[in-house]
């Protein structure tokens, strides 16, 4: 059974820092791209950034460009996401997503194929 399970998540003041990780279990890590997406209250889910099984190619959305950074151990199972300068409108639930395959799903969230709980992040003004 495979589960991906997010941590991290929290309150913090904008400007602030996060790190969120999420960790793995039931497949076979290294042979899957991972992704982070997120929600906000009202809003669909949007693509925040992906990383290939190897870890060499790294993909994010404008919004978190130069302010999140997405990595990955594969012998620890895990995927993180790195959130600096946060901002307000970075508040939302945020999910990490699993995509067999070296090339990658990019933004696309319906080509992804497990996907976490989701981990709630705060940006207090």
């Known amino acids: 059974q495979v589960q991906l399970v997010e941590s991290g998540g929290g309150l913090v003041q904008a400007g602030g820092s996060l790190r969120l990780s999420c960790a793995a279990s039931?497949?076979?890590?290294?042979?899957?791209?991972m992704g982070w997406f997120r929600q906000a209250p009202g809003k669909e889910r949007e693509f925040v950034a992906t990383?290939?099984?190897?870890?060499?190619?790294?993909y994010y959305a404008d919004s978190v460009k130069g302010r999140f950074t997405i990595s990955r151990d594969n012998a620890k199972n895990t995927v993180y996401l790195q959130m600096n300068t946060l901002k307000p409108e970075d508040t939302a639930v945020y999910y990490c997503?699993?995509?067999?395959?070296?090339?990658?799903?990019?933004?696309?969230?319906?080509?992804?194929?497990?996907w976490g709980q989701g981990t709630q992040v705060t940006v207090s003004s």
């Open positions: 997503a699993a995509h067999k395959g070296t090339v990658g799903a990019g933004a696309a969230a319906g080509l992804y194929d497990y």
């Open positions: 039931g497949l076979t890590f290294s042979s899957y791209a």
């Open positions: 990383i290939k099984w190897s870890g060499g190619n790294t």
